[in-house]
């Protein structure tokens, strides 16, 4: 088992093309433009190539500086001291109206510097996207707003399509994964509550494999995800961004995931996405979302995506 100064070899199918091509220059210089961030760049996804050159990002709201300091995330902490762009909604519905893109994900940093964590500005961006580009199906992911039931209320008056909450790892694991104020019943929580506030908005999750979890409590944070009504849940291999950050206990083989997919979906999540590249906005499950919300797919009919790909 690695130690805070010993870092594991990536194996093969965890190499990672470096970000290029048109698509990819002009999606970039689009965002910068608008002096928009995103989850994409900050976090150091591994897909940013695929999903940028495809000309999709996901994009970050209420800034690039995080109140919180999980251990495995690279996004800078710091205090933003009550900082928000009150253009930011309408920059974003106009980038995305340019982009001709039929799904959007939009996330944030946590501010727990903002009265109610920045939901407000969540559902005012809903609810201009919406209105600019009104074909457009938005996927929200969310922090857990300290669980604050009025907070979220707001964000799921909005209306997006899907809320999603990470619960990032097992629940053993938390208090090390985590910043301390992200516990794992308040994140469960937090998906309850989405639920009750709407039982028809779609709610996801995702977790981090390879920090030193078991198997059994992979399978159980399944089970307590599905307590709570979660639909859609994403499984992926965790990165060290940087040294300073967790290191790899373990890579998981693809069938590995594989597997972990199987039993997902025999536990009754609608679409489960598994594999090493995976992340929470993965785009390789947005066309069976698309078809699940617009009605051209039945509810847990297998995806069988490989998301690995």
Known sequence: MPTEGTALKKPDWLKIRPPG????????A????HGLHTV?????????HECWGGGTATIMLLGGVCTRGCRFCAVTSGHPQGWVDPLEPWKVARVLSEWNLDYVVLTSVARDDLPDGGASHFAQTVRTVKQKVPHMLIELLIPDFRGDREALRKVVEAKPDVIGHNVE?????TPKVRDRRARYEQSLRVLETIKELDPTRYTKSSLMLGLGETEEEVLQTMRDLRSVGVDFLTLGQYLRPTRK?????RYL????FERYRRLGEELGFRYVAAGPLVRSSYRAGEFFIKSLIRGKVEPNVEANVQAQE
Request: aromatic share 2%; proline share 11%.
């Open 245 to 249: 950050h967790l290191p790899v206990v």
């Open 30 to 33: 689009n965002l910068r433009a």
């Open 21 to 28: 091509g048109e698509r990819y220059r002009r999606v970039k």
């Open 253 to 256: 083989p693809p069938e590995e």
């Open 40 to 48: 994409c760049e900050e976090a150091r996804c591994p897909n940013l």
């Open 169 to 173: 790892t097992v629940e053993r694991l």
